[in-house]
């Protein structure tokens, strides 16, 4: 069975996905995450209350705040399935669900974000041009930055995959590790880049999430290998 490497924090979600599509993952973490302090914390949660439209970009941000499993019965732009349904699961209204990260997600509430107060509570370091984007449309945006992932070095251990959600995570792999002889997989464009520096991925998921990417890695794996 071919070895993949699992870089995200949050392992088993990630790893189901790739055990479904006959790939082993070994997991091989290259980031940590850090949360803001309580108290932007308290003023993303208190802003979302409010607003017209909720953006919302990962779990792990409705994981840092709610972690109750409950939030505002407010409109929310989600990117990605999985985004979706645990907006969803917390009570959420899910408007507009986007499939390619926050550029698409920004395209497609378009009509909406010169005419409602729009929070972002995201990640530092989130995809700078959809970032811009976003700020040149919304005319009343509140941005609340509520973690970082801080790259560290994984394990030596032997795969023949690797595959990464985020930039952070391939910074952390290429602490003490190369892409020589293993085929990548990435998430979104910005992590694309990443690795696109040092040399092309062999997978792009074509939507922002490890069902995507585990699908088409499998896919690719039965012919190249």
Excluded at 182 to 201: D, E, F, L, M, Y
Aim: aromatic share 6%; net charge negative.
């Amino acid at each position: 069975m071919i070895r993949v490497a699992i870089t995200t924090d949050h392992f088993e979600p990630a790893a189901l996905a790739f055990r479904r599509f006959g790939l082993e993952p070994v997991w091989l973490p290259c980031i940590r995450v850090e949360p803001a302090n309580q108290e932007v914390l308290t003023q993303a949660r208190e802003a979302a209350s409010s607003a017209d439209l909720l953006m919302i970009s990962s779990v792990r941000t409705l994981d840092l705040l709610w972690p109750d499993g409950s939030m505002p019965a407010v409109e929310v732009a989600a990117v990605g399935e999985r985004t979706a349904a645990g907006v969803a699961a917390r009570g959420g209204r899910v408007v507009l669900s986007g499939g390619s990260g926050l550029a698409d997600l920004t395209e497609l509430a378009a009509d909406r974000l010169t005419v409602s107060r729009i929070v972002f509570p995201h990640a530092a370091g989130s995809d700078p041009l959809a970032l811009d984007t976003l700020r040149e449309q919304g005319s009343d945006l509140l941005e609340f930055e509520v973690y970082r992932t801080v790259p560290m070095a994984p394990k030596s251990t032997r795969v023949e995959a690797a595959a990464f959600a985020s930039a952070s995570a391939v910074e952390g792999w290429l602490l003490s590790r190369d892409f020589d002889g293993i085929a990548v997989g990435v998430i979104g464009p910005t992590t694309r880049a990443a690795v696109a520096r040092h040399r092309p991925p062999e997978v792009v998921a074509p939507e922002p999430s490890h069902q995507a990417l585990a699908h088409a890695l499998a896919s690719y794996l039965e012919v190249a290998v």
